[in-house]
């Protein structure tokens, strides 16, 4: 439950809390946004904000909920945190903002609270990540695409940095004994540049629509398990097992046709991806922990019908290379993710 108020014209106050059954532990935010001109002042503090490892979100809330309820299937690998997080934004000319953030906060690994599903099927294992005390911050320049235009583009370029002060110092990285007491105490300092474009085009009298979105992005320093790229099925590679890929730099491009069929209820799709994860000495040790490897070049095609003003998506994929498998994908169109 939540609910915001504003004591000021330029002030904004916003509280969130709630009891999360399967995990049993409270959960809740308060956040504070005050406008300055053009910018956007926020500072939030939260505590067992759930958190997803990973290229994503790849689901939406209620679609999560129920494959997870009645099919054992689950598209987050989650962790907590509890912090503080201060940031600014501003408006730019032409559709573009440009954003800072800093956080210091407590991340510590879920646990797998449901054995089965109402069919009985078992879940994902729920990995753990590396629980510590992360100081991080991120900057960023956002170009939003205009919305009504036959054709737009948008993108966004930024990088995370930070550093991770994990609890188990007294053993070493893998887990193991210290061969040397130095060994015994260190952190996990890394810097993620990343970018993303998109492009639009609309055919008005056809009602048919191209989407393209191209993203990489790649890592230095040493990654603690929690910021590691991953990719495969629903959201990434469709056609894949779920996040079977991993590393510390990824690419991935994808597309979707799609034309109105017979409006409001059907809309036809075609859609398609290609994507590759490497890895280095950044993601090494982080990677072998988590038990996913790095992916050669990967695609997948696929096609589905849009229902009902294409608020719900049928896509049924078949990923090419090796793994490849056919995967039906059932989900809500993503500008309804936000409150779904």
């Given at each position: 439950a ?10 904004r106050v916003?509280v ?5 059954f399967g995990?049993?532990?409270?959960l809740?935010?308060?956040?504070v946004?005050?406008?300055a001109?053009?910018?956007?002042l926020s500072?939030s503090?939260y ?7 990973g290229v994503?979100?790849v689901a939406?809330g209620v679609?999560n909920t ?6 054992g299937q689950d598209?987050r ?5 509890s ?6 934004r ?7 903002q440009m954003?800072?953030?800093g ?5 510590r690994?879920a646990?797998?609270?449901?054995a089965s599903?109402l069919?009985?099927t078992?879940f994902?294992?729920v990995?753990?990540?590396?629980d ?11 170009r939003?695409a205009?919305t009504g ?8 370029v930024?990088v995370s940095?930070?550093?991770l002060?994990?609890?188990?110092n007294?053993?070493?990285r ?6 040397e ?11 993620k540049p990343?970018a993303e474009?998109?492009?639009?085009q ?7 629509t ?11 320093g040493?990654l603690?398990?929690?910021e590691?790229y991953l990719?495969g099925g629903r ?7 779920f996040?079977a890929?991993g590393?510390d730099?990824?690419?991935l491009a994808?597309?979707v ?7 409001p209820?059907?809309?036809?799709r075609?859609?398609?991806?290609l994507?590759?994860?490497?890895a280095?000495?950044?993601?090494e040790r982080?990677l072998e ?11 997948s ?5 849009g229902?009902?003003y294409?608020i719900?998506?049928v896509?049924l ?7 490849g ?6 989900e809500?169109?993503?500008?309804f993710?936000n409150?779904?």
């Open positions: 939540g609910a915001s108020f504003r004591p000021a014209e330029s002030l916003g969130r809390a709630g009891w999360a995990a049993g532990h409270p809740g935010e308060l956040e946004e005050r406008r001109g053009t910018g956007l500072a503090l505590g067992n904000q759930p958190r997803d490892v994503g979100p939406s679609i129920l494959a997870g309820l009645t099919a598209y690998d989650l962790f907590y945190a912090g503080v997080e201060l940031g600014t501003d408006g730019l000319t032409g559709g573009r954003w800072v953030s956080r210091v906060e407590a991340q690994s646990q797998l609270e449901v599903s069919f009985g078992g994902r294992e990995r753990p990540i590396d510590g005390t992360m100081i991080g911050g991120a900057l960023g320049l956002r939003e205009p235009a036959a054709r737009s583009w948008g993108g966004e930024g940095l930070g550093f002060l994990p609890n188990d007294g053993a070493s893998d887990g193991g004994a210290c061969a007491e130095a060994d015994c105490f260190y952190n996990y300092p890394f810097a990343r474009i998109t492009w639009t609309h055919w008005v009298p056809r009602d048919a191209l989407e393209l979105r191209g993203a990489a992005g790649w890592a230095f040493e603690p398990r929690q590691l990719l959201g990434t590679l469709p056609g894949y097992r996040r890929f590393g730099r990824f690419g994808q597309g046709f799609s034309q109105e069929l017979a409006r209820w059907v809309r036809g075609l859609l398609g991806s994507g590759a994860t490497g280095g000495a950044p993601g982080s922990l988590w038990g996913a490897g790095p992916a050669g070049l990967r695609a095609v696929g096609a589905g019908l229902i009902f294409d719900l998506r896509d994929a078949r990923g090419l290379g090796s793994g498998r056919w995967e039906l994908i059932i809500t169109r993503p500008s993710w409150f779904l």
